[in-house]
Nanobody, 122 residues
Framework: QLVESGGGLVQAGGSLRLSCAASGRLFWTYRMGWFRQAPGKEREFVGAISPSGDSTDYTDSMKGRSTISRDNAKGTVYLQMSSLKPEDTAVYYC?????????????????WGQGTQVTVSS
């Protein structure tokens, strides 16, 4: 089970940190990803982190503005976002994949959270 938290309303230019808490003993073996879905749009890849946390990948629009990290002891993955823009408004989802490594393909992710709303006001 994946449970996101940390969403909310923030002004443009502000920062937000999302958390995703996972249940289960094998969290450290899973690749973790963040995705988002804006109103009227398809869900899209935001970024991912490898099981050990030594590798990350981001979609181009989030590079330099976001950092994904994880604490395997706590079973939690984080998405730190800064310089937020109104177009970042979306429901943000975390997901877990047992394939390891990195990947942006949604099909490769086996478990999904219910999402947390992020709204960026102009």
């Amino acid at each position: 089970q994946l449970v996101e938290s940390g969403g909310g309303l923030v002004q443009a230019g502000g920062s937000l940190r999302l958390s995703c808490a996972a249940s289960g003993r094998l969290f450290w073996t899973y690749r973790m990803g963040w995705f988002r879905q804006a109103p009227g749009k398809e869900r899209e890849f935001v970024g991912a982190i490898s099981p050990s946390g030594d590798s990350t990948d981001y979609t181009d629009s989030m590079k330099g503005r976001s950092t994904i990290s994880r604490d395997n002891a706590k079973g939690t993955v984080y998405l730190q976002m800064s310089s937020l823009k109104p177009e970042d408004t979306a429901v943000y989802y975390c997901a877990a994949s047992w394939q390891g490594g990195l990947g942006s393909n949604q099909i490769s992710y086996n478990y999904w959270g219910q999402g947390t709303q992020v709204t960026v006001s102009s």
